[in-house]
């Protein structure tokens, strides 16, 4: 998959993703930064998506892994 193809499949899935950030954080600041992270890790492993599986599911474990992971951090 070309690097125009990803950017249009994270365009098509922004408004998804960005609900569902919010409805992790329940803050529009802290959305937009879990969005922004989710999306920098998935164009930094992009050759570790797998073409024919679904796009908008592997997006969305990256972005409940983040998730996770911060929350773990700080309740350490």
Sequence with gaps: MSTVEFYNKIDKITGSLNSFAYNLTKSSDDAQDLFQETAFRALTNKEKFRPGT???????????????????????
């Design 54 to 76: 679904n796009f908008k599911a592997w997006m969305f474990t990256i972005m409940k892994n983040i998730f996770i992971n911060n929350y773990r951090k700080k309740v350490k």
